[in-house]
Every structure is written in C-alpha cells, then in structure tokens.
C-alpha cells in the first residue's frame, strides 16, 4: 500500500484528497488536525501502522503494520441535510458499521452483524471497530471524523489479555489472503451510498436489520449518570432502534426503554436477569 496505489485503486469514489502514512498515531487525530487546516468533506487518511489508535471509552485500537486497515475519513454535515437533528452523530457511526457489515456481506459473503454501537462482529467475534468524533464550532456541527478499524490478517488481532470482548479477523473467517485495498473500496462505495440517504428511513431500517442479538436478551451498562449513579445495567430483549440510533430494549417487567451509550453483553450461563436500575436516558 503507498499513496499512488490508492489513488489508482481507488478512482472513481468521490474522495476529495488522501493522505498516506506509514505509521502515525492515529489517523482520526491526523484527521482532526487536516480538517482544521480545511481539508474538504471526504478526505481520507489511511495508515498503515497506528501507535495510538484509539477506541471507544477511551480504549487502546491496535494496528500492527501489514495487517489490518486503519482509516478516518473528514466529513462535513452540509447544513441543510443534517443539522440540529437528533441522533446525527450515532448515525455515522451506523453508517461506517453498516457499511462495513454490508461490505463483508456482498464481497465475501460473510455473516457480519453490527454490535451496538459500533463493533462489527462475525461468528460472535468482533472484526471491526468505528469511531465517530464530533467538532464543533459553536453550535454547529462543522466536521464529523469517522474512523474504521478492521481486523485483516490474524497478525491484527491483539493479545488477548488486552481484548474486552473476543476478536475475529477476516483472514481467519475467510482461510484465505485478502487484499486491503479491495475491501477498503467495498466499504468506501457503502459510505458513498448510505451517507446520501443518511437521516431516511431506509438507513433506520437497514441498519437494525443487521444488528447482532435482534429479540435476544442482553445486558447493557450505560455509562452515564442517573440520579447519582455512574452507570445503570439493565438487563432486557433487543427490539431495534430509535431514530436517534439509541437501543430499545424490553425489560422483563414489559417496559421499553431507549439507550443512547453503553455496552451490551449477552448473558453468561450463570446470568440471572437482574434489573439493577431502569432509568431511561
Ligand atoms: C472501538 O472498537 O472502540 C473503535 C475502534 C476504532 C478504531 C479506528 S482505527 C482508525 C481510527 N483511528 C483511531 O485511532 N481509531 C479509529
């Protein structure tokens, strides 16, 4: 991979520039800092190695070099289409889960399935992860960095003292070698044509229908503060999205409640379905 490689392989998308390394720290910061410099909406950094990828909750993404594609893009809501409406930030992160999913299921025919909110799982392992960071100015959503990482070769995947949730990659599912550009250009033509329709009902739609434990019972430990609380874990049925991108899910007691942040996990053998505090955000 260099930079005159991909800008030949991938002619043809509208990309407005793209910037290659070898090894940075993150290519979501590296996105930052060009955005604030004007790069256009998207604009593509790409690395091959990443010493500080960084995931969500303040997680460490590791990019090892050779392996895996590491990539953020710069995109700029335009005014008219998106802003002040509810759920825009999550909806990019569906967007670039969604794509990713939807890549892995028309190039290699893989059972991929989004894990809300923003992992990408095969055979229940996580393959793919995205970080949507939102900036500001004022007000105004001015640039929405969107970062992808993906598992490509078996050398991508961390040590597993280091790994929250098992981990997969495409390499490993498929048995056989693939090539990085190739699937960065599948996942690139999806950005394309999802972004176009992102606040339709047919994002909405498409999005839930490819979401991992559909009517499934999970818990889920939501982050936030409740009435004195640090976080809440719930424990209820996966019933699909809100149009803000939050998980609705049904408690044992019948109630539907809607998360916007959080991490779910399916139960354990020993589970026992507890409902420590159902306060809905
Ligand atoms: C997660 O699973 O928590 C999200 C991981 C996101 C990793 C990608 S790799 C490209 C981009 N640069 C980063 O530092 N993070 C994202």
């Known amino acids: ?88 930030i999550p909806r990019f992160t569906g967007l670039g889960a969604l794509a990713v999913s939807q890549a892995l299921q028309t190039q290699f025919g893989l059972q991929a399935e989004i894990k809300w909110p923003n992992d990408v799982l095969v055979r229940d392992q996580k393959l793919c992860g995205v970080l949507a960071e939102a900036h500001w100015v004022g007000d105004r959503l001015a640039v929405v960095i969107l970062g992808i990482g993906i598992n490509v070769a078996a050398q991508a995947i961390p040590p597993k003292e280091s790994l929250h949730f098992p981990a997969t990659s495409l390499e490993t599912e ?15 033509g999806e950005i394309t044509r999802w972004r176009a329709g992102l606040m339709d009902e047919e994002f909405l739609l498409s999005w839930e229908a490819n979401l991992a434990y559909q009517g499934d019972w999970v818990q889920l430990v939501s982050p936030a503060p409740v009435e004195g609380r640090d976080s809440v874990l719930v424990a209820g049925q996966i019933i699909g999205l809100a149009p803000d991108g939050a998980l609705r899910l049904r408690t044992r007691s019948g109630e539907e409640l809607a998360f916007r942040s959080g991490e779910i996990s399916r139960p354990q053998e020993n589970f026992q379905l507890r409902l420590v505090d159902s306060s809905p955000k």
């Not at 604030?36 to 998207?42: I, K, S």
């Not at 809501?77 to 998106?82: A, H, I």
């Not at 498929?174 to 699937?183: H, K, M, Y």
């Open 174 to 188: 498929l048995g056989f070698e693939v090539d990085r550009i190739t699937i960065l250009r599948a996942v690139l």
């Open 1 to 88: 991979m260099d930079q005159r490689i991909l800008a030949e392989r991938l002619s043809g998308l509208p990309l407005a520039d793209i910037r290659y390394f070898e090894s940075l720290g993150s290519t979501n910061d590296t996105a930052a800092v060009w955005a604030l410099q004007g790069a256009a909406d998207v604009s593509l950094v790409i690395a091959d190695q990443q010493t500080k990828g960084r995931g969500r909750a303040g997680r460490q993404w590791f990019t090892y070099p050779g392996s895996a594609l590491a990539f953020s893009l710069v995109l700029r809501p335009s005014s008219q289409e998106y802003q002040g409406r509810a759920g825009l």
